[in-house]
């Protein structure tokens, strides 16, 4: 009496998490019908929303056939066995939740916070984008992304050369280059 392949189905979860900020947008991109459906159209079962200081409560489900098993929290005392357990990780643009995430190999989508003044993070996503080392969104092209990501063309980031981060960082502060 073996399980059938419908009644054993991987579990996939997408781990969205805004750090200790309040990133009201990106919560609302998650909870939307689109992205909800998009995300199960390419295999994903669970979306777990770390939702910080943020005042948005995003839709609680239990999942099934058609739908996305959908949990939040405000806080963890370390999100890194959420990060570990997941199978793409959607973020805010904070440095420590980028190259953590990076770090331990997982797909990325980083959605910039366009509601921040002198974003410095934008810079910083899509330059990792543009290395293709992670996917990068603006809470309104959320859905897209997720639509046309190709997680086989990203390349895995290592971790050791600072140079080009800090030939980044001097760019973006107006320093000379060398």
């Given at each position: 009496m073996g399980d059938t392949e419908a009644t054993v189905k991987s579990k996939k979860t997408v781990?969205?998490?805004?750090g200790t900020t309040s990133f009201d947008a990106l919560?609302?991109?998650?909870?939307t019908h689109e992205v909800k459906a998009e995300l199960?159209?390419?295999g994903y079962t669970q979306l777990?929303?770390?939702m910080g200081r943020?005042?948005?409560i995003p839709t609680k489900s239990e999942g099934g056939d058609e739908t996305l098993a959908?949990?939040?929290?405000?806080f963890s005392s370390s999100i890194a066995d959420h990060l570990r357990a997941a199978s793409l990780v959607i973020s805010h643009a904070g440095s420590g939740s980028i190259?953590?995430?990076l770090r331990l190999?997982?797909?990325?989508?980083v959605v910039v916070n366009e509601d921040l003044m002198d974003n410095h993070q934008s810079e910083l996503a899509e330059e990792l984008a543009d290395r293709k080392h992670l996917y990068y969104a603006r809470p309104l092209t959320l859905h897209r992304v997720i639509a046309d990501m190709n997680l086989d063309s990203l390349i895995p980031y290592h971790p050791g050369d600072a140079t080009p981060v800090a030939k980044l960082i001097n760019q973006f502060l107006g320093f000379a280059d060398d």
């Amino acid at each position: 009496m073996g399980d059938t392949e419908a009644t054993v189905k991987s579990k996939k979860t997408v781990f969205v998490t805004v750090g200790t900020t309040s990133f009201d947008a990106l919560i609302r991109a998650v909870d939307t019908h689109e992205v909800k459906a998009e995300l199960l159209r390419r295999g994903y079962t669970q979306l777990l929303i770390q939702m910080g200081r943020g005042s948005y409560i995003p839709t609680k489900s239990e999942g099934g056939d058609e739908t996305l098993a959908v949990d939040y929290f405000t806080f963890s005392s370390s999100i890194a066995d959420h990060l570990r357990a997941a199978s793409l990780v959607i973020s805010h643009a904070g440095s420590g939740s980028i190259f953590e995430t990076l770090r331990l190999g997982k797909p990325l989508i980083v959605v910039v916070n366009e509601d921040l003044m002198d974003n410095h993070q934008s810079e910083l996503a899509e330059e990792l984008a543009d290395r293709k080392h992670l996917y990068y969104a603006r809470p309104l092209t959320l859905h897209r992304v997720i639509a046309d990501m190709n997680l086989d063309s990203l390349i895995p980031y290592h971790p050791g050369d600072a140079t080009p981060v800090a030939k980044l960082i001097n760019q973006f502060l107006g320093f000379a280059d060398d």
